[in-house]
């Protein structure tokens, strides 16, 4: 669905700390990702990294990372229904600027992550399974 929360990212400064914690209390499936950064998944449901969400399973995934500056933050990714490059034109124009220019997540698509006039952090996603 576009333009809807997909995915959240807990930064952390401890993330072995705080994936135990979420694993324990919550019992989420947190693994180590395949790709370049160190970035951990969190299944928040029941289904399996790769299926479908079940629709009866409300909710979104994440993935928990190191804070590039240790403070503590939880950044939503909103998934939009064109282009990156276009909802970050929208952000601009609407106040908010663009503070990580667009990247790829391999395999996955383009991120970007903006602020809000308030100073709100969150990502815009949007999907391409060429993206490198």
């Known amino acids: 669905m576009p333009n809807r ?9 401890d993330p072995a700390q705080t ?5 324990s209390v919550f019992n989420w499936k947190i693994n180590k990702w395949d790709g370049p950064e160190d970035y951990w998944l969190a299944m928040t ?7 479908p969400c079940d629709p009866n399973d ?3 995934d994440g993935g928990i990372m190191q804070s590039c500056d240790n403070q503590p933050r939880t950044v939503n990714s909103i998934t939009v229904d064109t282009t990156v ?3 970050a034109e929208k952000v601009i124009a609407a106040g908010g600027q ?3 220019p667009k990247m790829a997540v391999p ?3 383009w991120l970007a992550y903006c602020l809000d006039p308030a100073g709100v952090l969150f990502g815009i996603f949007q ?4 993206a490198k």
Not at 5 to 13: A, G, K, L, Q
């Open 5 to 13: 929360v997909m995915h959240f990212e807990i930064n952390s400064p």
């Open 19 to 23: 994936n135990a914690f979420f694993e």
């Open 45 to 51: 449901g029941k289904t399996e990294p790769g299926e």
């Open 58 to 60: 409300p909710g979104i």
């Open 85 to 87: 490059d276009e909802y």
């Open 98 to 100: 663009v503070v990580v």
């Open 107 to 109: 395999g996955i698509g």
């Open 127 to 130: 999907t391409d399974m060429s």
